[in-house]
């Protein structure tokens, strides 16, 4: 059995969940004066969560992060937000979670979701799991921060 696990967020668990967001996403606050949409608002993970959309990773039954992802239709799954709190890192959780979630929604033929231009090993992780980026923009056209989109097929 896998050091690793997904469980299903509840109700209870979302402070804890933002709380851990908003110290994962601070060095893209530092780098991109922001941090990623919707993080910093309680009642969005609280949606999140009564959507069945968000789940806590476990590594050692020790809370490690969180995964949020969206079911988008026609066999593809969105990863909205994917982290792993510091001192999980380098311990193969990200590889592992990743992996699990892969299975979480029916006929998922593919997943897909976006990181930050700079965000170098986020690239890296991504690409080394089998994604290819597909594309880049601008969420805001008159601000140079840039968001790459990346994208992975499965069972081809």
């Not at 001192?87 to 590889?95: E, K, R, S, T």
């Not at 601008?138 to 921060?145: A, G, Q, T």
Request: net charge negative; proline share 4%; hydrophobic share 40%.
């Amino acid at each position: 059995m896998s050091d690793t696990q997904l469980v299903l967020a509840t109700k209870n668990d979302a402070s804890l969940l933002q709380d851990s967001a908003l110290a994962a996403f601070q060095e893209d606050f530092n780098l991109y004066g922001g941090f990623p949409p919707n993080i910093e608002s309680l009642t969005w993970f609280d949606e999140c969560i009564e959507n069945k959309q968000f789940y806590k990773i476990l590594y050692k039954n020790a809370f490690a992060g969180g995964l949020c992802i969206e079911d988008a239709g026609e066999g593809v799954m969105d990863i909205r937000y994917i982290y792993v709190s510091d001192a999980f890192q380098n311990n193969g959780v990200g590889q592992a979670v990743m992996s699990m979630a892969e299975t979480l929604l029916p006929n998922i033929k593919q997943i897909y979701l976006l990181t930050p231009y700079k965000a170098y090993r986020n690239h890296y992780f991504y690409e080394k799991l089998g994604f290819k980026k597909v594309g880049e923009f601008h969420p805001d056209p008159d601000d140079e921060f840039m968001v790459f989109e990346y994208q992975k097929y499965l069972h081809e």
